[in-house]
Structures are given as structure tokens and as C-alpha cells.
């Protein structure tokens, strides 16, 4: 099992940027592609961005060029920076880790955005 603990989000003014952190508990983490996915309050969960094992990444149409993931596996971490931050962006931010059939989710992080 991958246990996964996000943090580093809280208030922000338009514009301004955020780093979320993901931290995993087991060293397989370096097998599975990570991602990080937001939900809305009444709104579905999206996928916001992803990083396989070999480092390559895909974003959402509305973060690309704003928002960059990577991962360090000596570290068991994976990041979410956020620069130009908009009020669309306030959602609960919850990290992801997928390989094969196996899923795993953290508990979230509150992203608001507002001046």
C-alpha cells in the first residue's frame, strides 16, 4: 500500500504562487505515475497534472504554463508549483498514485485563492 500526505496549501492573492508537496511512504513510489487532481466545491474531481516514472508530464489545457509537477524519488515526493494563480483555482488538491490496477489518494489540501 502507498500512502500518500499532501501539504503546502492555503490562502493566496490573484497571481501569486503556491508549491503543494506530496510525500509517499514506501520506496515502489519511484514505479507508479503520480498525479494531482483538484475538485470544487459541487463540482467533479479533475485531473490537473501527471508525471510517469520516466519524468514525462501532461497538464490540463487550463494550468499549462502555470502550473509544473515533478517528483523526486530519493525523496518519495512530488510537487505541484503554481505560479499566476487565478480565483478558478481554488479547489481541494489531492495527489495521486496510479500503477496498473492499483490506485492511491491523499486526504487533500485546501487551495483558495482570493485578494
Known amino acids: 500500500q502507498v500512502q500518500l500526505v499532501e501539504s503546502g496549501g492555503g490562502l493566496v492573492q490573484p497571481g501569486g504562487s503556491l508549491r503543494l508537496s506530496c510525500a509517499a511512504s514506501?520506496?515502489?513510489?519511484?514505479?507508479?505515475?503520480m498525479g494531482w487532481y483538484r475538485q470544487a466545491p459541487g463540482k467533479q474531481r479533475e485531473l490537473v497534472a501527471t508525471i510517469t516514472s520516466g519524468g514525462s508530464t501532461n497538464y490540463a489545457d487550463s494550468v499549462k504554463g502555470r502550473f509544473t509537477i515533478s517528483r523526486d524519488n530519493a525523496k518519495n515526493m512530488v510537487y505541484l508549483q503554481m505560479n499566476s494563480l487565478k480565483p478558478e483555482d481554488t479547489a481541494v488538491y489531492y495527489c495521486?498514485?496510479?500503477?496498473?490496477?492499483?490506485?492511491?489518494w491523499g486526504q487533500g489540501t485546501q487551495v483558495t485563492v482570493s485578494s
Open positions: 495521486n498514485a496510479n500503477r496498473l490496477s492499483r490506485s492511491y
Open positions: 514506501r520506496s515502489i513510489f519511484v514505479l507508479y505515475t
